[in-house]
């Protein structure tokens, strides 16, 4: 670990975590992951998604806003296909992707619908957000969904968009889309669910004496450093890219949480201000 990380967590130590605000939160933006929706072979996860249904059933329940940005249509439709690996072709990967995007919709429909919520989906571009007037439609589409007590599920079209699918220009993936949609809709907390429980000093998969980053007050240059490479085989996003994203949702007033899917409670820990993953705090 450098120098900077030391200085950046001194300074932690000296700043006040206010995630304790997050309790009052009204709308919140929720983005899963490939690694929570899925195990290792591309079937579903069902109990991390019934999971993920309880408890935003339960944030709904309480007069809460939730937008779920979602991952996981390619990985499920590999699953779903049984294929024994990620096709390599564009043209086999978009068709892939709107299998599962298919077969998610249907499990998140029936999961939440056990609670006496329906779903919406959103498929998006960057283009769709760089258009003035599209973006205006889209705006007005959550809106209307949130007033109808209905869950927005967003994701990436990858059967129009080769973007996010060849990692390498505008969304790139869904942490980045998430925290688009959660400045584009003012929310003031976006969760990220990953694969690993929080933001560490270096990778604790390589270093068991790795620590945990509790609080992030500002995101440095210098934090961005520690992040790493990319996530799991199954997903596209890696700790930079959630990093990125938290960048721009603080930088909008908006706090955020990068912390482990799948884990029991884990949300409700979070809307209750439990010190879980890693807390950055909104500007202004």
Known sequence: MDFSIKKTRRKNKMMIDDRSKISGAKRIVIKVGTSTVTYENGSIH???????????????????????????????????????????????????????????????????????????????????????????????????????????????????????????????????????????????????????????????????NAKRLSFVPTVSKELETVAGGSGSNRGTGGMITKISAMAQATQAGIAGVITKGGAKHIIEDIMEGKDVGTFFSAKG
């Not at 889209?138 to 996010?164: G, Q, Y």
């Not at 060849?166 to 949609?181: E, I, M, P, Y």
């Open 46 to 208: 069902f109990q991390n998604i019934e999971r993920l249904a309880w408890e935003i059933s339960g944030l709904m329940n309480q007069g809460k806003e939730v937008i779920l940005v979602t991952s996981g249509a390619i990985g499920v439709g590999v699953g779903r296909l049984r294929l024994p690996e990620r096709p390599v072709e564009m043209g086999e990967k978009q068709a892939v992707a709107a299998i599962g995007q298919c077969e998610l919709m249907n499990i998140y429909s029936r999961c939440f619908s056990e609670y006496s919520y329906m779903v919406g989906q959103v498929l998006l571009t960057k283009d769709d957000l760089d258009d003035e007037i599209t973006r205006e439609n889209i705006t007005n589409t959550f809106s209307a969904l949130l007033k109808k007590r209905v869950l927005p599920v967003v994701n990436e079209n990858d059967t129009v968009s080769t973007k996010e699918i060849l990692h390498n220009g505008t969304f790139g993936d869904n942490d980045a889309l998430s925290a688009h949609v959660a400045v584009l809709m003012q929310a003031e907390v976006l969760i990220i669910l990953s694969d690993i429980d929080a933001l560490y000093d270096c990778d604790p998969r390589q270093n068991p």
